[in-house]
Nanobody, 123 residues
Framework: QVQLQESGPGLVKSSQTLSLTCTIS??????????WAWFRQPPGKAMEWIGT???????DYSPSLKSRTFIDRDTSKNQFSLHLSSVSPEDTAVYYC???????????????WGQGTQVTVSS
């Protein structure tokens, strides 16, 4: 059973950088050429794709968040991370990590998901 676990601060101040890490329980999955993605779901809104990093470390970001987003990965630690800069209360959401065999912006492209972590941005 593959498990993903998000970790990071639950409260971030406006203008700061939000940093989250996703740890994958299976080393075989972590070293497989999957695509690793971050999503978020603000309260009362739909799930939103943030960005994806490929096994090759190539990244793709949502156009609306691209200027503030950086995703990297550390295969040796079975981890990948999200860094979202200059946050505001509008970035308050449950953040999810996910992995799957195909790239894409839709949640159904990804097979394995973390349970999600609430991040609140204070003004």
């Amino acid at each position: 059973q593959v498990q993903l676990q998000e970790s990071g601060p639950g409260l971030v101040k406006s203008s700061q950088t939000l940093s989250l890490t996703c740890t994958i329980s299976s080393a075989s999955v972590a070293t497989h050429p999957y695509y690793w993605a971050w999503f978020r779901q603000p309260p009362g809104k739909a799930m939103e794709w943030i960005g994806t990093i490929a096994y090759s470390h190539t990244t793709d970001y949502s156009p609306s968040l691209k200027s503030r987003t950086f995703i990297d990965r550390d295969t040796s630690k079975n981890q990948f991370s999200l860094h979202l800069s200059s946050v505001s209360p509008e970035d308050t959401a449950v953040y999810y990590c996910a992995i799957g065999p195909f790239p894409g912006t839709e949640a159904n492209h990804y097979d394995y998901w973390g349970q999600g972590t609430q991040v609140t941005v204070s003004s």
